[in-house]
């Protein structure tokens, strides 16, 4: 079966809302609920605008997804200064093809480090999650936070460092500057 990796595009709200809905879905059974949950396509729509989500598209359609949200995007709380991925999905008729760790390697390699230079990404999940925290720490994430989502869902914060020598520069540079701050001096 041929497939791509691509930027979702405001075309592809709609079957995007509907593979998230359907992956999600398991997890209200555990009582885990996620923003996405209960998202409309028109929420799903004005993430595409403001972040940036890949999909992997099989002959099947949208089969896989992931979601990237930046420190400038707007409204959002931001626990760290290296980008979030979120909304990872895989359709169900395509679990276990390898087209999850795809989409992830995808994301995290030749988008965040090769292209925008990303010394490290983070993400959130349930720590009630039967299997997933367990996975990212396959994939080489570590927990570094723990909060509780609005949905009152207990969360596990995860980062996992990309690029080894930019993050420890990074580590050991002062934090960025708002703009506010950076008015004050001029």
Same mark, same amino acid.
């Given at each position: 079966?041929?497939?791509?990796?691509? /930027?979702?595009?405001?075309?592809?709200?709609?079957?995007?809302?509907?593979?998230?809905?359907?992956?999600?879905?398991?997890?209200?059974?555990?009582?885990?609920?996620?923003?996405?949950?209960?998202?409309?396509?028109?929420? #799903?729509?004005? #993430?595409?605008?403001?972040?940036?989500?890949? #999909? $992997?598209?099989?002959?099947?359609?949208?089969?896989?997804?992931?979601?990237?949200?930046?420190?400038?995007?707007?409204?959002?709380?931001? /626990?760290?200064?290296?980008?979030?991925?979120?909304?990872?999905?895989?359709?169900?008729?395509?679990?276990?093809?390898?087209?999850?760790?795809?989409?992830?390697?995808? #994301?995290?390699?030749?988008?965040?480090?090769?292209?925008?230079?990303?010394?490290?990404?983070? $993400?959130?999940?349930?720590?009630?999650?039967?299997?997933?925290?367990?996975?990212?720490?396959?994939?080489?994430?570590?927990?570094?936070?723990?909060?509780?989502?609005?949905?009152?869902?207990?969360?596990?914060? $995860?980062?996992?460092?990309?690029?080894?020598?930019?993050?420890?520069?990074?580590?050991?540079?002062?934090?960025?500057?708002?703009?506010?701050? $950076?008015?004050? /001096?001029?």
């Amino acid at each position: 079966m041929s497939h791509r990796i691509r /930027l979702a595009n405001e075309s592809d709200a709609a079957p995007l809302h509907s593979l998230l809905q359907k992956a999600y879905a398991p997890l209200l059974e555990h009582n885990i609920h996620f923003t996405i949950t209960r998202a409309s396509v028109e929420d #799903v729509r004005e #993430v595409i605008r403001s972040e940036t989500t890949y #999909v $992997l598209e099989t002959d099947a359609g949208l089969t896989a997804t992931l979601t990237t949200r930046f420190q400038w995007t707007p409204a959002k709380n931001h /626990l760290a200064p290296w980008p979030f991925v979120h909304w990872f999905a895989v359709a169900e008729h395509a679990k276990g093809q390898g087209y999850g760790r795809e989409i992830i390697r995808y #994301v995290e390699e030749t988008f965040l480090r090769d292209t925008l230079k990303s010394p490290a990404v983070y $993400l959130a999940t349930a720590i009630e999650h039967p299997w997933l925290t367990s996975l990212y720490q396959r994939r080489g994430y570590e927990p570094f936070h723990t909060a509780t989502n609005p949905l009152g869902v207990q969360l596990v914060y $995860l980062r996992k460092i990309l690029d080894q020598h930019a993050f420890d520069v990074q580590e050991n540079k002062p934090a960025v500057r708002s703009l506010n701050e $950076l008015r004050a /001096l001029a």
